[in-house]
């Protein structure tokens, strides 16, 4: 809702964030779970962007809603399914808007940087790296962060690189640790999720800090 929105923004905004991401349309494995407000969720990142001042990030689904997105959202996010949507990825590509490229599930890097230049190849040379962690055979987190990712992105490409600890680890006890290592291993940000009332959340919330944590969290990687 608005008020969940707006109340979540101003804390971490309290707390040192610098961009408010949100999912206005939500990619879900299930076609039965919550799949987003969208474009009335983008409306309201509209107000929290008036509201705080922070620059609000949401993810382009598909070509039917990129010119919706495009016009609320000040960054633009191509989700990990999508990473080698290349129609998705060559209108992304004919935007003035910065694009945030998550990793594909099992991509290499090699996959996903190719992905990458499907952008910058339209001349949109804004683009931002996101690791989110692959698939892998363990049951501990959700994903597997891919640590060396970072490093090697920044030997080997000019694009700035952030990580995702919250779907990598997927629970709220590893998203704190995960961020720590992403910021030592050289990354230029995180993405975190958070929620004062995670367990009230309609996606994610095993995996959403306190707003709390979060300042705390900030003080340690800032």
Not at 79 to 91: I, P, V
Not at 136 to 149: G, K, M
Not at 209 to 222: D, M, N, S
Request: hydrophobic letters at 40%.
């Amino acid at each position: 809702s608005e008020m969940q929105a707006l109340t979540i923004a101003e804390k971490v905004h309290k707390g040192g964030a610098q961009i408010f991401r949100g999912g206005a349309f939500k990619p879900r494995t299930s076609p039965y779970a919550f799949q987003g407000l969208g474009e009335e969720g983008l409306k309201i990142l509209a107000k929290v962007r008036d509201e705080t001042g922070m620059p609000v990030v949401t993810e382009a689904l598909d070509l039917d809603n990129f010119d919706a997105v495009e016009y609320y959202a000040d960054i633009i996010q191509i989700g990990t399914r999508n990473m080698q949507n290349f129609s998705l990825l060559r209108r992304a590509g004919r935007s003035g808007k910065p694009i945030v490229l998550k990793r594909g599930m099992a991509a290499t890097i090699d996959e996903w940087v190719m992905a990458a230049e499907y952008i910058l190849a339209e001349g949109n040379d804004r683009v931002i790296l996101c690791e989110r962690g692959v698939l892998t055979f363990v049951h501990h987190s959700r994903n597997t962060l891919d640590i060396s990712a970072v490093p090697y992105v920044r030997h080997e490409s000019h694009l700035p690189i952030i990580v995702d600890p919250s779907h990598a680890g997927g629970r709220r006890d590893q998203v704190i640790p995960l961020s720590r290592a992403a910021i030592a291993g050289g990354a230029h940000g995180i993405m975190v999720e958070v929620h004062h009332k995670p367990e009230q959340a309609a996606s994610d919330g095993a995996q959403s800090l306190y707003p709390e944590q979060f300042e705390k969290l900030y003080l340690q990687v800032a």
